[in-house]
């Protein structure tokens, strides 16, 4: 059974570099897209952007300027980097696999942008 | 890019009752209409794919229709489990993704 595995860090100074990593285990890598969502407290879902094992990248218009998503495929890991942080970015930030639809999720990893 | 408007926001409802949410895009999209319901603290949890398409150990209570721009997500007979925010997503050729704004679902 797929599991997604997330970790990075949970506190942030604004205008400070976010960077998330996600791990897949017990399943294949390839021939899926892997993407980032987040959830601002209280709010709805937003997509990020989303990664396959070759490396293709499609990102939300709205976050594309600071947005980076890379894969280490030889690991069965993609990461999530999104600089100039402000406390806008404050959110619940996900990893899932995109098979269409996105079938199996990270348990999460909490973002706080703080002074 | 496609925008998805959800209806209710809000529902209030009680164990047993037939509940509808209707996802509407902003212009017309392929079949690829997923359906998530979230619980808080936890990752949302595919319910439907494809539109129609349950996902494998989704309880069959829930159902999935529409084409074009309307799209709903049925509960036959709402369950305590199923008070939770659903959202519905779609995803454009062009490699974009959206959510709808979310819908939750209350205990009247």
């Known amino acids: 059974q797929v599991q997604l595995q997330q970790w990075g860090a949970g506190l942030l100074k604004p205008s400070e570099t976010l960077s998330l990593s996600c791990a897949v285990y017990?399943?294949?890598?390839?021939?899926?897209?892997w993407s980032w969502i987040r959830q601002p407290p209280g709010k709805g879902l937003e997509w990020i952007g989303e990664i396959n094992h070759s490396g293709s990248t499609n990102y939300n218009p709205s976050l594309k300027s600071r947005v980076t998503i890379s894969v280490a495929t030889s690991k069965n890991q993609l990461s999530l980097k999104l600089n100039s942080v402000t406390a806008a970015d404050t959110a619940v930030y996900f990893c899932?696999?995109?098979?269409?639809?996105?079938?199996?999720w990270g348990q999460g990893t909490t973002v706080t942008v703080s002074s | 890019d496609i925008q998805l408007t959800q209806s209710p926001s809000f529902l209030s409802a009680s164990v047993g009752d037939r509940v509808t949410i209707t996802c509407r895009a902003s212009q017309g999209i392929s079949s690829s209409l997923a359906w998530y319901q979230q619980k808080p603290g936890k990752a949302p949890n595919l319910l439907i794919y494809?539109?129609?398409t349950l996902q494998s150990g989704v309880p069959s209570r829930f159902s999935g229709s529409g084409s074009g721009t309307e799209f709903t997500l049925t509960i036959s007979s709402l369950q305590p489990e199923d008070f939770a925010t659903y959202y519905c997503?779609?995803?454009?050729?062009?490699?974009?993704?959206?959510f709808g704004q979310g819908t939750k679902v209350d205990i009247k």
């Open positions: 899932a696999r995109n098979m269409g639809a996105m079938d199996v």
């Open positions: 997503h779609c995803q454009e050729l062009n490699g974009y993704r959206a």
């Open positions: 017990g399943g294949s890598f390839s021939g899926y897209y």
């Open positions: 494809d539109a129609s």
